[in-house]
């Protein structure tokens, strides 16, 4: 799953202790065993799982794939095509922050209203027996993941993903700024919301027009209005297509649809 060039830590011991509350809680404790798997991916960037004996190999084969992958794209799209500290709390090793990119897998929808519970119940049952086959079929070891030659451009063909990009403009500098020149402010704000959707385009290309993004900007995490008085824009792309939700269809969000486009390839 690493390739030949792997390199695996010793073996760290994980312990447990049992809980025991006055209101009657208890729970036993438990230990077991951590290795960190160190591996490059076929575009040259370095990657560290862990590896534990308590949880089944398939399914973390399932935790790591989400952890390289959000890794990457956050390495190549919103790190590298970006000044230093343009963004709050954007770096290789910060993984929680203001900004962020996190992997959604499986089961795009989740959140409903009582009267979507029915279709609702749908989706959650056809997630289950998706995902109760491909970890079956992750127990063969021919059919494992390969996680150092990964394959970018055909990863959403392979497996039910959605990307969420978050993006918050650090406004150390700005706030000093729009004192003096709101208009500089505005065209500043502009030019950065205009490359960040031309990363979206290159991502999807990389994704030979097929991937599923979700982009959120923010100033200070949404604690400050944008340019156009907004405290967020949001740009999607479905299954390839630049996205538009309709307000009118209770089935129109991004969820839903995105769940209706894996209908017939995934489940």
């Not at 591996?39 to 390289?68: P, S, V």
């Not at 394959?151 to 700024?177: A, C, G, W």
Request: net charge negative; proline share 2%.
């Amino acid at each position: 799953m690493f390739g030949p060039d792997y390199q695996i830590s010793e073996k760290e011991t994980v312990i447990i202790e049992a809980v025991n509350c006055d209101c009657g809680f208890h729970t036993d404790g438990y230990q077991y065993d951590v290795w960190e798997i160190t591996y490059q991916d076929q575009a040259g960037y370095t990657y560290t799982q862990k590896l534990n004996n308590m949880d089944r190999l398939e399914k973390q084969q399932i935790g790591w794939l989400e952890k390289q992958l959000g890794n990457y794209y956050k390495q190549k799209y919103m790190i590298e095509p970006f000044p230093e500290n343009t963004f709050q709390d954007l770096s290789s090793k910060n993984w929680y922050g203001k900004s962020y990119c996190f992997i959604f897998f499986g089961n795009p929808v989740i959140s409903y209203t009582m009267d979507q519970k029915e279709e609702y119940d749908k989706t959650e049952a056809a997630e289950i027996a998706y995902k109760n086959q491909l970890l079956q079929s992750l127990q063969d070891e021919n059919h494992m993941i390969q996680f150092y030659r990964l394959n970018y451009k055909t990863i959403f063909q392979r497996f039910p993903l959605k990307v969420s990009m978050h993006f918050s403009i650090d406004d150390t500098t700005l706030m000093k700024e729009i004192q003096k020149d709101k208009t500089s402010i505005t065209i500043k704000e502009i030019k950065l919301i205009q490359d960040i959707l031309s990363v979206m385009k290159a991502f999807n290309e990389a994704s030979n027009d097929t991937c599923n993004l979700e982009v959120y900007i923010n100033l200070d995490n949404g604690s400050k209005y944008l340019y156009d008085d907004t405290k967020s824009r949001n740009y999607k792309i479905l299954c390839g297509e630049w996205f538009q939700e309709d307000s009118e269809d209770p089935y129109g969000g991004y969820d839903w649809q995105l769940f209706y486009a894996c209908e017939g390839v995934f489940w």
